[in-house]
């Protein structure tokens, strides 16, 4: 079965074609990607400083056309050969979800073939399936992308159970807020860490929201805001000057945030007896946090498996191979030309 993938939920327009081939006959599940096309919207964004929702709904009319033809024309595969189409039905901005959605169903629609609305960060969550060391169902998993920090216990496709949460700021967010403090560019969360990379550690002591708090909920409001305290403090004498304290107040940030993810994913693997933990979503492509979890798990045990770098943004590969196995399950869309879209959406519930 070949699927095609549609990603618009938010600053990424994504289009995939995959091909179920290479899963149901257990050669690396990577090899089933015929073809992939990407556009970020990071350039338009950048001088707002965060995601103008109507403008990335209209770039995503603009792209998704273009974009369908280029991944085509990559797998070498004509729009008549696809077997089905997946799309972002939630979480996002509604504006842009209904773009990729109306394209979604009207295509299949169009090619008389079925549909069907993926969960955006189950797309994350499954996305390590297409690395090199693919974990083996049950693993728990860490999700980390845009305004969600989740530990999630997985069964299977399908089969979530919610460890843990944020209750306010999300680690991706606290990135972002941090970044702006510090004068740089968004997107903040890659800013942020290689801004670290040259700061000293140990000279601030910022708190680790939540450490020990006996769940595996999450909290990084108060750390961003113990970032504001310190930017508020400093009395700038020159620009070098300037810039060593921002690196090592940004060093300080990321050793604690880093340190909260790493106990806490250490804490579920503990409690629920797993021996595999799947690290998704943007911040999953921190080399901080990476290093860190590879550390943790040679002490403990347990083995950390990551998706690709280039899959670790918003991509339309991991909506198709997310699509292509619930489709292989079973699961579809109504046939009906009628649809919504989730801007909201349990992944349990998914």
């Known amino acids: 079965m070949i699927v095609l993938g549609i990603e618009t939920s938010c600053d990424e327009t994504g289009i995939a074609v995959y091909d179920t081939t290479a899963w149901e006959t257990g050669r690396p599940a990577s090899d089933g990607v015929l073809g992939q096309a990407l556009h970020s919207q990071i350039a338009m964004h950048r001088d707002y400083g965060g995601v103008v929702p109507e403008l990335a709904s209209r770039d995503h009319i603009r792209r998704v056309l273009p974009l369908l033809d280029e991944a085509l024309a990559q797998a070498k595969t004509p729009l008549q050969a696809i077997d089905a189409v997946a799309y972002t039905q939630g979480p996002g901005l509604a504006g842009a979800l209904l773009v990729g959605t109306a394209f979604g169903r009207s295509l299949a629609l169009a090619l008389n073939k079925p549909s069907i609305g993926v969960h955006h960060l189950e797309g994350h969550l499954l996305s390590p399936l297409l690395g090199e060391s693919a974990p083996e169902f049950p693993f728990i998993a860490l999700l980390v992308s845009g305004g969600h920090t989740q530990l999630m216990q997985v069964e299977g496709i399908g089969k979530y159970q919610l460890l843990g949460e944020t ?81 090592d107040l940004a060093r300080a940030f990321v050793d604690s945030l880093v340190t909260v993810l790493v106990e ?43 998706p690709p770098l280039h899959l670790c943004t918003d991509n339309g590969v991991m909506i198709a191979f997310a699509g292509a196995l619930r489709l292989l399950a079973g699961h579809r869309d109504e046939p009906t030309p009628a649809f919504d879209v989730k801007p909201r959406w349990d992944l349990t519930a998914a």
Not at 176 to 182: G, S
Not at 277 to 306: C, E, M, P, S, W
Request: no cysteine.
């Open 167 to 247: 209750v306010d700021d999300a680690a991706g967010e606290a990135f972002d807020k941090t970044a702006k403090l510090l004068g740089l560019d968004y997107p903040g969360g890659a800013a942020v860490s290689l801004l670290a990379e040259s700061g000293a550690p140990g000279r601030f002591e910022l708190p680790k929201p939540m450490l020990h708090s006996g769940d595996l909920d999450f909290s990084f409001s108060g750390l961003k805001t113990a970032v504001l305290n310190q930017v508020n403090r400093f009395a700038p004498k020159d620009s070098a000057e300037t810039g060593q304290f921002h690196a």
């Open 264 to 306: 806490k994913s250490a804490k579920a693997i503990a409690q629920t007896g797993s021996r595999h933990l799947v690290l998704a979503g943007g911040v999953g492509a921190n080399k901080q946090l990476r290093a860190a979890l590879n550390q943790r798990a040679q002490i403990d045990g347990f083995t950390v498996h990551y």
